[in-house]
């Protein structure tokens, strides 16, 4: 395959940064996104031009540390990472544009790598159950209803790639928060730090520069997980609860 | 199992190795004999919780003054930064990702295992040891792997308590099921994603400890040198990857959680990311690099497709249990459509050769038949470019059918479906193929390493204050050939055993403050300065990740699955040479004081070069086949594995000889006193 890349190159964090096109040949249909990117890389390098600067490192999609929009869609045409998504999905001539994350909480630091370590602080906020090690019950002394542990399972498949904020026009990470809220909510253990959680979560998110939730639903679309949209419901939800109980 | 009440004071039942073959003979010089210094003694049964008693503590109000720098956040990192915060230690957390939940442990599919007997099938503390002792092939220390099956089911109720959602039956209580080659069942999992689901949980309650400040987490950041100031650990030096600044971190105490070095082989399941540098350097700098040539080879990958690969994918294990493992009969047939090739001409060559296990044989052993067919010419798939044994290049088809037809007629497709649907799909989104009308193609791949810096009982490096954890250090359970295993190994070390031993060394602190200025820290500072500007001072030709890729393909051919005396020979003096064009051929472009991502990968495959020297040495030493490794010279007149225990039941720990030294190989000696050793068969 015969390939064009337009990229989004931008040496740090404190310089402007511009589209550059790119021709590549022999692509084969076999290689992942990625890989073509290597291709691309040893071929820069070889011309003496610096190579494009990329996150990935699991390369199986659970991760989450690729971060590419292509062709205007988080991770690209398929409903998965774009470590998953191989080049059959192109055709032979296309024009591929590839940036980085965009949302304002997640500054570029070079090329197409942002820094998204607001999702760290979003967590240090309240996304964990404070038990101490060594200080745990039997495991079967909290027995968990089959459906609620499903349930929690689905969601804490999120894997923090960050492409619901990217993907939603407001920039926000609500599927993000919504997804962790859900999973611990919906468990025993959670149930003490409920709703302390959700208003310390919610706060440190908003912090952070992320936009709010307007129920369009692009996060839902881009999640290669596929976590509901029902989780912002379900962050809705607490966050009122607990508004109203005080905590 | 008359063994469980007394073995201690303890009438070994092996006798120590002698060795007579020296295949490594002008390789490498003999040094002292290794003993364990802080090996436990007395009944078995009572060895941890007597030395938990015995450590000395330190007062909560002490613990304030003393400074940890934990290095890697994977399920041994982030466990112990978790714990050691908690308990009130200053805690200094450094990794290489941009956040600590994107440690490679997060990969890990299959499941934990804990003797909980929850299912009342027989399953005990010392039932779990004798299986992982066994799976071992005997080449790990009984007292640890007691310890690690004791603290098991502590893991299990740790995790749950934090909200790990594990498989759950109705009635609201855990599932478990069984893993290779196992009776009972003791894995506990979360679908396909166990070790995200712990690793998140280990990352949550470090997170926690962020919060509260008792942790500092430096993330994009590389360990390139550990600091030892008058024979101690004493910090590190590590690079900002962001802005290139090289930092120096001290600390009282060091400790490495920085995972395996699969990636020595280029292709391997590992993430693009995990290196060795972290334990190599402490290596030069003193550390003892133990079984370096143990690897866990897995049977079920998706196979190579091309020269661009970058990785290989893992296929869980669970498939074996329904699928069924051919290769055509006739290597003519190869190139044919699978559909083409009637039932007749099919080889199913596990089922033929292991009619009591079939396609649920151990994993060293499905790997190395997998192998030997398309050896024979019998593959299937795409061909593609390797090495071949005289050094030459060769084309091979590296794959072998594994076909769902017989489940799909018996189950339905709908229950196929059910039980690994997510499976089938990741396979058809890799190669394109529908594995419900085609059979699946897969391939043994590098899984992970069980070699690693040699740690005694403590968890602690011969040199002093330098402790390390998980796969970092050479595994617990020897060479093993099980799966869920080094799940439980990664957190039970950060959980339970490093802190609790941690602080039998932190008693004696707060260390001597030190100052940035001496002279052994500015020393360490300055090579890795100078290290880096030697990098990007070469000015040659080729891409670091040429000579990767290179220095893959000779371990791959000499020193994976299958090894010989003239390869392991030939391939030592393939991996100097690259050394040398290494260093005076690399091209790396950009500057040292910006993200640069090449200046990353010159430093990791400039150590996975020494350090593949040293595994092929390892290798050439051990002239027996034990675990996943198949030694030509050592199998049986039927053509199976092979082990020595008379000559090498030890743990090779090998010192750094100098730059143009020889390695120094130190022989830590294996006695059971309780359980026998056995010679395997699968037959």
């Given at each position: 395959m015969r390939i064009t890349l337009n990229i989004w190159r931008q040496p740090n964090a404190a310089s402007a940064g511009a589209m550059h096109a790119y021709e590549l040949d022999e692509i084969s249909e076999d290689m992942s996104f990625l890989e073509m990117l290597d291709v691309l890389n040893e071929n820069l390098?070889?011309?003496?031009?610096?190579?494009?600067?990329f996150d990935s490192d699991c390369r199986e999609g659970i991760c989450g540390t690729c971060s590419l929009m292509i062709n205007g869609e988080a991770h690209g045409p398929e409903v998965t990472t774009t470590c998953q998504l191989h080049m059959r999905s192109f055709k032979d001539g296309d024009t591929i544009t590839i940036e980085p994350w965009r949302a304002e909480a997640f500054p570029v630091l070079k090329d197409l790598i942002v820094d998204r370590s607001a999702f760290d602080r979003i967590i240090q906020a309240g996304g964990y159950i404070s038990v101490n090690t060594g200080s745990a019950p039997d495991a079967h002394a909290a027995p968990v209803e089959k459906k609620k542990a499903d349930r929690a399972f689905d969601v804490a498949t999120c894997i923090s790639c960050g492409a619901c904020v990217a993907a939603c026009p407001n920039g926000s990470a609500s599927l993000f928060l919504g997804a962790k809220i859900t999973h611990l909510g919906e468990l025993p253990q959670g149930q003490p730090e409920r709703y302390s959680r959700v208003v310390d979560m919610v706060a440190q998110h908003d912090h952070e520069g992320f936009g709010g939730?307007?129920?369009?639903?692009?996060?839902?679309?881009?999640?290669?997980?596929?976590?509901?949209?029902?989780?912002?419901?379900?962050?809705n939800k607490d966050l009122r609860t607990a508004l109203k109980q005080g905590r | 199992?008359?063994?469980?009440?007394?073995?201690?004071?303890?009438?070994?039942?092996?006798?120590?190795?002698?060795?007579?073959?020296?295949?490594?003979?002008?390789?490498?010089?003999?040094?002292?004999?290794?003993?364990?210094?802080?090996?436990?003694?007395?009944?078995?049964?009572?060895?941890?919780?007597?030395?938990?008693?015995?450590?000395?503590?330190?007062?909560?109000?002490?613990?304030?003054?003393?400074?940890?720098?934990?290095?890697?956040?994977?399920?041994?990192?982030?466990?112990?930064?978790?714990?050691?915060?908690?308990a009130g230690y200053n805690v200094k957390s450094f990794c290489y990702q941009d956040s600590p939940?994107?440690?490679?442990?997060?990969?890990a599919q299959g499941g934990i295992n804990a003797a909980k007997n929850y299912k009342e099938d027989g399953d005990s503390t010392f039932r779990l040891f004798y299986d992982t002792v066994k799976g071992g092939d005997y080449r790990s220390r009984e007292?640890?792997?007691?310890?690690?099956?004791?603290?098991?089911?502590?893991?299990?109720?740790?995790?749950?308590?934090?909200?790990?959602?594990?498989?759950?039956?109705y009635g609201g209580l855990l599932d478990n099921r069984s893993f290779g080659g196992v009776q009972v069942s003791r894995t506990f999992y979360a679908r396909g994603q166990t070790g995200q689901q712990l690793l998140i949980g280990a990352y949550q309650a470090m997170e926690r400890q962020v919060a509260a400040g008792t942790v500092k987490q430096y993330t994009r950041h590389e360990m390139l040198e550990v600091v030892i100031v008058e024979g101690k650990a004493r910090g590190i030096i590590a690079r900002d990857m962001v802005t290139g600044e090289v930092e120096t971190h001290l600390a009282d105490v060091v400790v490495l959680a920085t995972g395996g070095y699969g990636n020595v082989f280029f292709l391997s399941t590992n993430a693009m990311g995990s290196n060795v540098t972290a334990a190599w350097r402490a290596h030069r700098k003193g550390a003892y690099m133990a079984n370096p040539c143990y690897t866990q080879i897995h049977p079920t990958c998706i196979p190579v497709t091309g020269d661009h690969q970058s990785k290989l994918t893992l296929m869980s294990e669970s498939l074996r249990n329904d699928g069924r493992i051919w290769v055509p009969k006739n290597a003519a047939d190869c190139e044919k459509h699978p559909s083409e090739i009637p039932e007749e001409d099919r080889d199913y060559y596990l089922e033929r050769i292991y009619p009591s296990f079939g396609n649920l044989v151990p994993?060293?052993?499905?790997?190395?038949?997998?192998?030997?067919?398309?050896?024979?010419?019998?593959?299937?798939?795409?061909?593609?470019?390797?090495?071949?044994?005289?050094?030459?290049?060769?084309?091979?088809?590296?794959?072998?059918?594994?076909?769902?037809?017989?489940?799909?007629?018996?189950?339905?497709?709908?229950?196929?479906?059910?039980?690994?649907?997510?499976?089938?799909?990741?396979?058809?989104?890799?190669?394109?193929?529908?594995?419900?009308?085609?059979?699946?193609?897969?391939?043994?791949?590098?899984?992970?390493?069980?070699g690693g810096l040699w740690v005694d009982y403590h968890l602690q490096s011969n040199i002093p204050g330098l402790f390390v954890t998980g796969e970092a250090n050479f595994s617990d359970h020897g060479a093993?050939?099980?799966?869920?295993?080094?799940?439980?190994?990664?957190?039970?070390?950060?959980?339970?055993?490093?802190?609790?031993?941690?602080?039998?060394?932190?008693?004696?602190?707060?260390?001597?403050?030190?100052?940035?200025?001496?002279?052994?820290?500015?020393?360490?500072?300055?090579?890795?300065?100078?290290?880096?500007?030697?990098?990007?001072?070469?000015?040659?030709?080729?891409?670091?990740?040429?000579?990767?890729?290179?220095?893959?393909?000779?371990?791959?051919e000499y020193c994976g699955m299958e090894r010989s005396e003239a390869g392991l020979k030939k391939a030592i003096g393939m991996i100097q040479e690259l050394k040398k064009d290494f260093w005076s051929n690399l091209k790396v472009l950009g500057t040292a004081d910006s993200l640069n991502q090449s200046l990353e990968k010159a430093g990791r495959t400039a150590d996975f070069i020494e350090l593949g020297e040293l595994m092929c040495i390892d290798a050439l030493n051990r002239r027996e086949s034990c675990g996943g490794h198949f030694r030509a010279e050592s199998q049986t007149e039927d053509g199976e594995a092979l082990r020595h225990d008379d000559e090498f039941a030890y743990v090779a720990a090998w010192e750094w000889g100098g730059e143009d030294g020889q390695p120094v190989l130190h022989k830590e000696d294996l006695i059971y006193t309780a359980i026998e050793m056995k010679q395997r068969s699968y037959k």
């Open positions: 390098n070889e011309q003496g031009e610096d190579p494009v600067a939730c307007t129920n369009i639903g692009e996060c839902t679309a881009a999640c290669p997980k596929e976590i509901p949209l029902d989780v912002i419901s379900q962050l | 199992m008359a063994s469980i009440t007394d073995p201690s004071h303890t009438t070994a039942l092996n006798s120590p190795p002698v060795q007579v073959s020296d295949d490594a003979r002008g390789y490498y010089t003999l040094g002292e004999p290794l003993v364990d210094p802080v090996a436990p003694t007395g009944p078995i049964q009572n060895r941890w919780t007597q030395r938990q008693f015995d450590n000395r503590l330190v007062n909560p109000a002490n613990r304030r003054k003393l400074e940890v720098i934990m290095v890697g956040t994977g399920l041994a990192g982030g466990a112990a930064a978790a714990t050691l915060g908690e939940r994107r440690a490679h442990s997060i990969a007292s640890n792997v007691y310890r690690l099956a004791e603290v098991s089911a502590n893991i299990i109720d740790q995790c749950v308590a934090q909200g790990v959602p594990f498989a759950r039956e994993r060293d052993i499905a790997s190395r038949q997998a192998k030997n067919m398309c050896d024979e010419g019998r593959g299937v798939g795409p061909a593609v470019k390797e090495l071949a044994e005289d050094g030459t290049e060769r084309w091979v088809r590296r794959g072998v059918y594994l076909d769902f037809a017989d489940a799909i007629a018996r189950m339905g497709r709908a229950t196929v479906e059910t039980k690994y649907g997510n499976l089938f799909d990741m396979y058809a989104r890799i190669t394109g193929e529908d594995p419900y009308s085609t059979p699946m193609r897969i391939y043994p791949a590098v899984h992970y390493v069980m093993n050939r099980l799966g869920a295993s080094a799940l439980m190994q990664g957190l039970a070390d950060g959980y339970f055993v490093l802190p609790n031993t941690i602080r039998d060394y932190l008693a004696d602190g707060p260390f001597e403050k030190l100052d940035e200025s001496h002279p052994d820290v500015v020393a360490a500072k300055a090579d890795v300065e100078h290290r880096i500007a030697t990098f990007l001072s070469i000015n040659g030709t080729r891409s670091a990740d040429s000579y990767h890729k290179e220095l893959g393909r000779i371990m791959w």
